[in-house]
């Protein structure tokens, strides 16, 4: 039975809807780069790096359930499988050759760029077509990506 949302035109709802499994694509396809990552760092300040990027998986994973999530409250499907992930990520492939720390921090930080430039995008297109609340959700994402991408750049020594 769908979930009755007072308010949310069908356009609001399938905009979000669309909106929120890009994002969960996105998202799904950073975390495997950023485990991806962690299991291969070697290098100055090893430990630490290697820590932070669980945490920052640890962070995103919060936020693409809350993605999922809200999916199913407009009454659509998540989609979060390897073979959709793979077709619809619009996120670089990860390099699997990798070992130096600060290799592995630019690449992971490219991608986070990435993904909070798409959820931005995402932010205001569920905006303008009436879903606040997928709108906070989405906010709430970015909001955490850009600290996160600050956290992982402080490794990288200034240009």
């Keep these: 039975m769908p979930v009755n949302l007072e308010g949310l035109s069908d356009n609001a709802r399938k905009t979000a809807i669309d909106e929120l499994n890009a ?16 299991w291969n ?36 499907t998540a989609r979060g499988t390897a073979e959709v992930v793979a077709e619809a990520s619009g996120l670089a492939p990860y390099p699997t050759d990798l070992t130096a720390a600060e290799d592995h921090l630019r690449e992971i930080c490219s991608r986070m760029r990435a993904h909070g430039a798409k959820l931005r995008k995402g932010i205001e297109a569920v905006g303008e077509a009436g879903d606040e609340d997928s709108a906070d959700i989405l906010t709430g994402a970015s909001r955490t990506a850009d600290k996160d991408l600050w956290f992982m750049e402080s490794h990288l020594e200034a240009a």
């Design 23 to 38: 994002r969960l694509a996105d998202g799904l396809a950073l975390a495997l780069a950023i485990k991806q990552a962690h």
């Design 41 to 76: 760092v070697k290098g100055r300040n090893f430990i630490a790096i290697h820590e932070l990027f669980d945490t920052v998986r640890a962070n995103l994973d919060v936020h693409l359930d809350e993605f999922a999530e809200r999916v199913q409250q407009l009454d659509g």
